[in-house]
């Protein structure tokens, strides 16, 4: 993470679908498509939660972030970040 964003690498030689990133347990965001080896970069502000609530970068720190997806072979992606303790 750099600077209120979340940056998501695929380092891997197969494109994903369906990325979704969970911050936090509750604030959703991601993309359709992500390339193999290629970036995804979002803003914390643009994460929310299923009622609408945006992620307030003053107020909350980032403690756990998690991707789903699939890949071009069909199998699940499944990467977690997790910092040891929530803040």
Not at 36 to 42: E, K
Not at 55 to 61: G, K, M, T
């Amino acid at each position: 993470m750099v600077e209120n964003y979340v940056i998501i690498r695929n380092q891997t030689s197969r494109d994903w679908r369906n990325v979704i990133i969970t911050v936090n347990d509750h604030f959703r965001g991601g993309a359709p498509h992500l390339a193999a080896q290629g970036r995804l970069s979002a803003p914390l502000s643009q994460f929310q939660t299923g009622f609408g609530q945006r992620y307030e970068i003053s107020r909350q720190n980032v403690f756990k972030v998690e991707v789903t997806g699939i890949d071009s072979a069909g199998e699940p992606v499944a990467l977690q970040y997790q910092s040891g303790r929530k803040r």
